[in-house]
Each structure stands twice: as C-alpha cells, then as structure tokens.
C-alpha cells in the first residue's frame, strides 16, 4: 500500500504564497502521473494540476495557470505544488494522489492513491 502525505498549508493572505510538498513511502508509483486536487465545504474534489512520470509534462486547470507550478523531485518522492498569487477562492484541503496510468489526468478516476489532505486558507 503506498501512503501519501501532505504538507506546507495554512493560512495566508491574499497575494501571499504557499508551497504544498507531498511525499510518498510504501510502494511507489514515481514513474507514473501525480497531481494535485483540492475541495472546498460542500463541494466536490476537483482537479488543479499533474504532471508526469518524468516531469516533463504538467498541466493545469484554467483557474490555476499562470499562479501555480506543479514539480517533482522522484529521488525523494515526493511532488510540489508552488501557489502564487493567493485568492480566496482558492481556500480548500488540497489533496495530491498518485496514478498507474497516465489519462485522462483530470479525472478521479485516473488516480489510485490519495493523501488525508492539507488545508489552505487564503483570507481577503
């Protein structure tokens, strides 16, 4: 069973920043897609950003691009998200998970294993 974990949230203003880190350990997926979800109170997990195996592909939700950097450092397993340019909209529990196969990269579905999540809170 691989086990994720997250961390680096809490709360912050506005315009502020904020680094995500989630690290693997069990079995290990490090060659395949990782991404980042999150969910707000009374709304579904959806999808922020993936990036491949090898990280040489990411991709974004439209809300995210230009603000948020998806990374992976596979020596350590363990994936970044960097979030810029804080809204409060983005106030969530972010949660990262780690998928067998490749696509389609925004769907649930796609992803095997999930952490317990990390709250943001972005204050206006």
């Known amino acids: 069973q691989v086990q994720l974990v997250e961390s680096g949230g809490g709360l912050v203003q506005a315009g502020g920043s904020l680094r995500l880190a989630c690290t693997a350990s069990?079995?290990?997926?490090?060659?395949?897609?990782m991404a980042w979800f999150r969910q707000a109170p009374g709304k579904e997990r959806q999808f922020v950003a993936s990036i491949n195996g090898i990280g040489s592909n990411t991709y974004y939700t439209d809300s995210a691009k230009g603000r948020f950097a998806i990374s992976r450092d596979n020596a350590k397993n363990t994936v970044y998200l960097q979030m810029n340019s804080l809204k409060p909209e983005d106030t969530a529990i972010y949660y990262c998970a780690t998928a067998a196969r490749p696509y389609p990269v925004t769907s649930r579905l796609t992803y095997t294993y999930w952490g317990q999540g990390t709250q943001v809170t972005v204050s206006s």
């Open positions: 069990g079995r290990t997926f490090s060659g395949y897609t």
